[in-house]
């Protein structure tokens, strides 16, 4: 009797041990994590001095950027912080953004003879004197690459909403150290384009 009441003990036991979370990815400066309660959210652990310049920048700017729920220090370690934020679509947007980011490289290659990229575009300035006139002359581009009113449109908000939020970062933070590429953007729930990281 004792050692069925051991074994039964030690299972209790075994199952209540914690289970660490399942990585999601990671970047340069810091770890993220799935949540166990809800699919909806992830854990991004870094440093605090890092976490608390982007969290700052996230927190004043939510039509850019996911969601913060809160911010908390670890418990492991004092001078790493844990942010709990919105998990959004990345897998869609990283395919549209590879799109953008191609048709734009290739007609400013032809226009500029210089190929710019989606990741780079505040380099577009170099080349333009307006960039509603620059917009106006790359939808003239991709109509005459596609048939596809969706795609022409998906393309021209891509290259419109990066532009502008490099600017808002260059403008509002002087922040010029920016780290947007295909892996670091998403949609949310209502195909708003948002970063995740810079």
Known sequence: MKIWIKKQLRESLNEMKP??????????????????????????????????????IFNENPEIFPKIYRVFPSKKNQYYWIVEIEKLNTELAKKDFSLA??????????????GIWLARIDNLDDYIQNFNEFMYDFEHYLREIYKDESTIRKCLEWVETVYKIYKNLETRYDYYDKDIHSDNVAYDNNGNIKIIDI
């Open 19 to 56: 289970i660490p979370k399942p990585e999601f990815g990671s970047g340069i400066q810091h770890t993220v994590f799935k949540s166990k309660q809800d699919p909806n959210r992830l854990y991004k652990i870094g440093k605090k001095s890092t976490v608390e310049a982007w969290v700052k």
């Open 101 to 114: 980011a191609k048709n734009l490289s290739e007609f400013t290659r032809q226009k500029y003879d210089a």
